[in-house]
């Protein structure tokens, strides 16, 4: 089954998400099986991002909310 999520960012996190990066993008990277496509949303390509969004293969609505709350952004 599909699920599309699509987060938030807050703005005074930003910190979070720059020390973050790397150990997100290996998130995705080792559950490429399951996030099949992720990227960050932004008015202009200039800008933080104002959030992301994913595209997730799951087996039920609970395995797909875990593999969100399994991100490094999300922890």
């Known amino acids: 089954m599909s699920f599309v999520a699509r987060f938030e ?11 973050e990066m790397d150990n997100h993008l290996r998130y995705l990277d080792e559950r490429s099986e399951e996030i099949l496509v992720g990227g960050s949303l932004r008015q202009d390509l200039a800008q933080d ?4 969004m994913w595209i997730i293969e799951a087996s039920d609505r609970q395995e797909a909310e875990k593999l969100c709350h399994g991100d490094p ?3």
Do not use: N
Request: glycine share 12%; hydrophobic share 30%.
């Open 49 to 52: 991002p104002r959030g992301g």
């Open 73 to 75: 952004f999300w922890t």
């Open 9 to 19: 960012d807050d703005p005074e996190k930003l910190h979070v998400r720059k020390a």
